[in-house]
């Protein structure tokens, strides 16, 4: 099985979206985000590929995700470019194509969409914020 990064003590920082949180427009973040709530709009990491998506379980996500690791327990209604790692629990339906490096599924899981492995020379998409 393919292990996500671990979390070091100086990493310990990190955003959170509570369940009674919706949002309508584009997410930009950096380092690690965890959803609980939903979002109609896209998901973009502002950082290189060791930025950390994590879409909880109840979670409602209703437009395109941009980031290095993504972790999914829940529906996705739009495409993913995980430009290091997806991560598919058994929980997780995506609606959409899937662009990936490296690619984990749980027995379970559902993709309703393409799949398309992302060349590792040059794994774009990311916001330069500068």
Same mark, same amino acid.
């Given at each position: ?41 896209? !998901? @973009? ?7 950390? =998506?994590?879409? /909880? +379980? %109840?979670?409602? *996500? $209703? &437009? ?28 997780? !339906? @995506? ?7 490296? =690619?984990?599924? /749980? +027995? %379970?899981?559902? *993709? $309703? &969409? ?17």
């Amino acid at each position: 099985m393919i292990g996500f990064p671990k979390v070091q003590k100086d990493d310990l920082q990190y955003s959170i979206l509570r369940k009674d949180t919706k949002l309508t427009g584009d997410l930009f973040f950096s380092g690690r985000l965890h959803v609980f709530g939903s979002i109609t709009g896209n !998901i @973009i990491s502002t950082e290189d590929a060791d930025s950390t =998506l994590v879409l /909880e +379980q %109840g979670s409602e *996500i $209703n &437009g395109e995700i941009r980031a290095g690791n993504i972790l999914v327990h829940t529906l996705i209604s739009g495409d993913i470019f995980a430009y290091k790692r997806l991560s598919l629990k058994a929980t997780a !339906i @995506i609606q959409g194509d899937v662009h990936y490096q490296e =690619l984990e599924m /749980e +027995q %379970g899981a559902t *993709i $309703n &969409g393409n799949l398309s492995a992302l060349n590792k020379e040059k794994p774009n998409g990311f916001v330069d914020d500068s």
